[in-house]
């Protein structure tokens, strides 16, 4: 990491200054510990049904969510055409890979392959200790740098080898070498639909204060059984969220911009320091970053996810892996928060603080309480408590319809605002909707559960798992009602 990165990210990294923390979010954050005791005692004190409390509200939380989507996401009924520009920043695209071998040809090929093409392509090899040297020399004439230096540029490729120091390590160091406008983030096995950079470029030129945009990601999984079944329930659940995103950004409270594929101000960036090597979620934590000090100078910097974006990335098709990722997950959200606790509840920070961060202190618990409510469920059924199961099957009835409605209601607006590209189809979408809550739902609260542990042991580590690339490539937009298999 150069010096003027390390100055800048000490300079307005909360987690260096360490500013007090407001009542606010102390009273916000207590409150949701408080609360899930308060509701877990009722399961030993309560009366019938209440004794279900944790469950109940956690059913009312989730439905909340939903709703807030639904209202949110409602202009999306109706295609929208891109605002037009003329102007075109230049753009660098950054791979970050470690012994990606097996995936970086197509990755490679996609970017080339790009209607409006990027101005560079940079690799920042971190360390890999595969057979990335020789792929890249075989294929693509590359000369190996020195370690910490970079090749020189053939057909627009360029070859940055980092010592092995993490992907955050390697995007800084990467960013020392871009001049160009804007970077976009590409993980070594995401494979960009053919418009995706056109996409990113005319959103960036059409609005100045956008200084960070996320796309849109579809899931592809090994050919396994065990991964078709991760791939199909990831499907669904990607669908949900990045939904779930552009909600938030019509508030102007996105945070979540998915590192896999996202666009940058390169400028904007380096003001605020870069990315953070300590943490699990470099991505997620420099958004943070780049809103805190929008604010705080005035600026009017914003995020957006765009549905024009899209691409495929490899996603995990097994219980081990998928319990790794989303445990590095969860515990980088649980050091953002922590860093970022004195913006939770703050005025200060418009409806990011007293809207978006609120909520995502909610989130700390929420899987907690999900795992609560379906042990007191196991619990139920074995002490032979069948009573107080006929009304809790109602309400998990009545979520079940609730979410079938917004699993079709999704769909639909997924292929209008992303041209009609996805999987996802109804009958499947109705399968999801009934198996979830007792299978991938449990799986994903296992993974968060077990990100607390990686927040409050301090474990860190950029994940090494292999996964194909997509063999499939993504189209160009299509018509919004075309049917998907």
């Keep these: 990491m150069s010096a003027s990165l390390d100055s800048a990210l000490h300079a307005h990294s909360p987690r260096y200054s360490r500013p007090a923390t407001p009542l606010a979010s102390l009273f916000i ?63 660098t695209v950054i791979i970050a890979a470690y012994n990606e071998e097996a995936v970086l040809t197509g990755t490679i090929a996609a970017l080339r392959a790009q209607t409006d093409k990027p101005d560079a392509i940079l690799l920042a090899d971190d360390g890999s200790t595969d057979g990335t040297a020789a792929l890249l020399a075989r294929e693509f004439g590359l000369t190996p740098p020195l370690l910490g230096g970079i090749s020189p540029a053939t057909a627009g490729l360029r070859w940055l080898r980092a010592p092995h120091e993490g992907k955050a390590s390697a ?105 953070d090597p300590d943490c699990l979620v470099e991505d997620y934590e420099l958004i943070h970053r780049l809103r805190r000090y929008g604010y705080q100078r005035k600026l009017g910097w914003h995020s957006t996810v765009l549905g024009t974006a899209r691409a495929r990335t490899s996603a995990p098709g097994s219980i081990p892996a998928f319990l790794r990722q989303r445990r590095r997950w969860f515990g980088g959200f649980l050091q953002t928060q922590l860093w970022y606790r004195d913006m939770v509840g703050n005025p200060a920070y418009a409806r990011l603080g007293t809207w978006m961060l609120p909520v995502k202190a909610v989130d700390t618990m929420q899987p907690i309480y999900g795992l609560c409510a379906f042990a007191l469920l196991i619990w139920y059924i074995c002490t032979g408590r069948i009573g107080i199961l006929r009304p809790i099957g109602g309400i998990i009835g009545g979520k079940i319809i609730l979410d079938l409605g917004f699993h079709i209601w999704s769909i639909h607006l997924y292929r209008r605002w992303t041209g ?66």
């Design 420 to 485: 009609g590209v996805t999987k996802a189809n109804i009958f499947w979408a109705v399968a999801a909707s009934i198996a979830e809550p007792f299978t991938f739902q449990l799986l994903r609260h296992l993974g968060a559960t077990l990100g607390w542990v990686s927040f409050l042991t301090g474990r860190r580590k950029w994940g090494t798992t292999h996964r194909p690339l997509p063999a499939e490539s993504i189209s160009p937009a299509t018509h919004p009602e075309s049917e998907m298999p």
């Design 171 to 275: 995007l800084n160091l990467a960013l020392g070498h871009v001049t160009t406008d804007l970077f976009l983030t590409v993980d070594a096995d995401t494979k960009l639909a053919p418009d995706a950079v056109a996409a990113m470029r005319g959103a960036f030129a059409a609005t100045p204060g956008l200084v960070a945009a996320t796309g849109v990601l579809a899931p592809h999984c090994e050919g396994t059984a065990a991964g078709r079944l991760f791939e199909w329930f990831q499907t669904y659940e990607y669908i949900r969220n990045f939904l779930g995103r552009f909600a938030w950004a019509r508030t102007d409270s996105l945070l979540l911009i998915s590192g896999a594929f996202a666009g940058f101000r390169q400028e904007a960036v380096l003001s605020v320091g870069g990315f």
């Design 29 to 91: 954050h207590g409150g949701v510990l408080a609360l899930w005791l308060a509701l877990f005692a009722q399961a030993f004190f309560g009366i019938g049904v209440t004794g279900w409390s944790v469950g109940i509200v956690y059913v009312a939380y989730d439905t909340f969510l939903l709703a807030f989507t639904f209202i949110q996401t409602w202009p999306l009924r109706r295609a929208t055409t891109p605002q037009a520009t003329t102007s075109r920043p230049s753009l």
